[in-house]
């Protein structure tokens, strides 16, 4: 199987997560909260992911044990590719933290996140607003002209 194009063009970022997913997958086997079916469960799906995508996986492994810099240019280059395109990602957050937060056992915990959101798309605006604005732009370059010429 293959990476959706998607995945395929963060496949650098992706891999963090599946590491990271290893690892929690591993933790939920000695956690006491859920079912032993539960926590065998959650296993064998990150197993059968990790088969499936074996080659690239051991690709981006190899990458990173014989190339680390390369490893990293190309996940700042795809970390960058994700700020570029952060309002995708903000509108598929915004549906996710309000079913979250609807069904959330601890409405504290819901708050704290649609409080997040809510800063974040507001500041987000504000970049936007601010990248876009010219002659925010041309104050902006006029004065850091001004402070090197000095």
Same mark, same amino acid.
Do not use: C
């Given at each position: 199987? =293959?990476?959706?194009?998607?995945? &395929?063009?963060? $496949?650098?970022?992706?891999? #963090?997560?599946?590491?990271?997913?290893? #690892?929690?997958?591993?933790?939920? @086997?000695?956690?006491?909260?859920?079912?032993?079916?539960?926590?065998?469960?959650?296993?064998?799906? /990150?197993?059968?992911?990790? /088969?499936? &995508?074996?080659?690239?996986?051991? +690709?981006? &492994?190899?990458?990173? &044990?014989? *190339?680390?810099?390369?490893?990293?240019?190309?996940?700042?280059? =795809?970390?960058? @590719?994700?700020?570029?395109?952060? +309002?995708?990602?903000?509108?598929?957050?915004?549906?996710? #933290? @309000?079913?979250?937060? /609807?069904?959330?056992?601890?409405?504290? $915990?819901?708050?704290?996140?649609?409080?997040?959101?809510?800063?974040?798309?507001?500041?987000?605006?504000?970049?936007?607003?601010? $990248? +876009? *604005?010219? $002659?925010?732009? =041309?104050?902006?370059?006029?004065?850091? @002209?001004?402070?090197?010429?000095?």
């Amino acid at each position: 199987m =293959e990476f959706s194009n998607v995945l &395929y063009s963060i $496949k650098h970022i992706f891999f #963090i997560f599946i590491v990271l997913w290893g #690892i929690f997958s591993i933790f939920h @086997l000695f956690h006491n909260g859920l079912a032993i079916s539960w926590r065998i469960t959650i296993v064998i799906i /990150f197993f059968i992911f990790v /088969f499936f &995508y074996f080659s690239i996986l051991f +690709d981006l &492994y190899k990458l990173i &044990y014989h *190339n680390p810099m390369l490893y990293l240019k190309n996940f700042l280059q =795809e970390f960058l @590719l994700i700020i570029k395109h952060l +309002d995708i990602v903000i509108y598929f957050l915004w549906p996710n #933290i @309000l079913i979250f937060s /609807f069904f959330s056992v601890k409405e504290k $915990k819901s708050l704290e996140f649609i409080k997040f959101l809510i800063v974040f798309t507001l500041l987000y605006w504000i970049y936007l607003s601010v $990248k +876009d *604005n010219k $002659k925010i732009l =041309e104050i902006w370059h006029h004065f850091v @002209l001004q402070e090197i010429q000095k």
